[in-house]
């Protein structure tokens, strides 16, 4: 039983998705799993397990920024043995290519947080990267469903309110495709513990023109990221 998470042994699947929001935790398990039931509540940070397609799945919130999603990260990966962690959330796009409600897989992060210059001791720029199995298991399905997904680097910002929004156009210039707060911490993680780990995004605003999604749409479009995530999860995973 972890500190913050308080799951039993073998009551998280190896197969773990990521919203922030715990609320958006409790909606995916009741709308997509099946037997789906609640293993921890600490902190009102719900987390279920169900099946999906047959296979078992875990969901589990993980707050905002990478401070907070890094405990629970570390916790799935280092007390409960999960294999395949999906970040299912939302960002913001630096790019006119890519629009409102369309969704982004992070092929890798950019961040401002000192976490991994501190891991490195202040010597090295880590640059954490996606499991290409993953990814390409989700590009795939995507397609297969129709929905158009971008493929590119993120930035993990360890800021939301920002001094520097001149530095989101540099940004977009070295081929960023969007902002969002989470991803670096969770590729760092997944690598150190041997995992796999993808981040799926939905674009709810966009940075550079100052347009934003009403929360109905965010809900529909959410819907369909979070479906290509889950099928991402429970397909089997590539040999060789």
């Known amino acids: 039983m972890s500190t913050h998470i308080g799951a039993q042994p073998g009551e998280i699947a190896p197969r773990v998705l990521l919203p922030g929001d715990p609320l958006r935790a409790k909606w995916i398990a009741e709308t997509y799993l099946d037997d789906a039931k609640l293993y921890s509540s600490v902190r009102n940070m719900y987390g279920f397990t169900g099946t999906y397609q047959g296979v078992p799945v875990s969901v589990q919130g993980s707050g905002m920024g990478q401070p907070s999603a890094s405990i629970y990260y570390h916790e799935l990966l280092a007390e409960y043995e999960v294999k395949t962690l999906i970040r299912v959330g939302t960002c913001g796009a630096l790019t006119e290519e890519i629009g409102l409600r369309e969704v982004i897989a992070a092929?890798?992060?950019s961040t401002d947080s000192a976490m991994n210059r501190m891991r490195f001791d202040n010597v090295i720029d880590y640059a954490p990267v996606a499991d290409f199995g993953l990814l390409r298991t989700a590009v795939d399905i995507a397609a297969q469903h129709g929905i158009r997904m971008h493929v590119g680097q993120v930035y993990a910002s360890d800021?939301?309110?920002?001094?520097?929004?001149?530095?989101?156009?540099?940004?977009?210039?070295?081929?960023?495709?969007?902002?969002?707060?989470?991803?670096?911490?969770?590729?760092?993680?997944?690598?150190?513990?041997?995992?796999?780990?993808?981040?799926?995004?939905?674009?709810?605003?966009?940075?550079?023109?100052?347009?934003?999604?009403?929360?109905?749409?965010?809900?529909?479009?959410?819907?369909?990221?979070?479906?290509?995530?889950?099928?991402?999860?429970?397909?089997?995973?590539?040999?060789?």
């Open 107 to 109: 092929s890798a992060a």
């Open 159 to 240: 800021v939301f309110y920002t001094d520097r929004p001149d530095l989101f156009e540099r940004l977009a210039r070295y081929g960023v495709l969007a902002v969002e707060m989470e991803t670096a911490a969770l590729y760092t993680l997944a690598a150190r513990f041997r995992a796999r780990a993808l981040t799926v995004l939905t674009v709810s605003d966009h940075i550079m023109t100052g347009e934003h999604t009403s929360a109905e749409e965010r809900q529909q479009t959410f819907a369909q990221m979070v479906e290509v995530a889950l099928a991402a999860a429970a397909a089997p995973e590539p040999q060789g």
